[in-house]
């Protein structure tokens, strides 16, 4: 059975712009923007103010975003897409 897809706003924390999308296991930057993504301390951070990005995951029945009670870290993020990668993997299996 194959998962519904999930999607993922990911916005700065400090600054509060959105900073592009995390869907089908890739982050995809907004075309709007003109700055590049910072890197700092072994993550992506903010294109303008390199401040720390969150994520909240955006709801299938409509566009609205659901907001998780503490925002979840980019970090955070990539962590759970591994564990769910390797669950389906052993389903598979």
Do not use: K, Y
Not at 4 to 22: L, M, N, Q, Y
Not at 38 to 45: K, Q, Y
Request: proline share 5%.
């Amino acid at each position: 059975m194959q998962q519904p897809d999930r999607r993922w706003t990911v916005s700065c924390g400090a600054c509060a712009i959105v900073v592009g999308t995390f869907a089908d296991g890739r982050f995809v930057h907004d075309a709007d923007c003109t700055h590049p993504l910072a890197i700092g301390r072994g993550t992506m951070r903010c294109c303008r103010c390199a401040g720390p990005l969150t994520v909240t995951e955006e709801t299938a029945e409509s566009d609205a975003v659901a907001e998780p009670d503490e925002p979840l870290s980019i970090r955070h993020l990539a962590t759970a897409q591994a564990a769910l990668r390797t669950r389906e993997a052993r389903q598979r299996g």
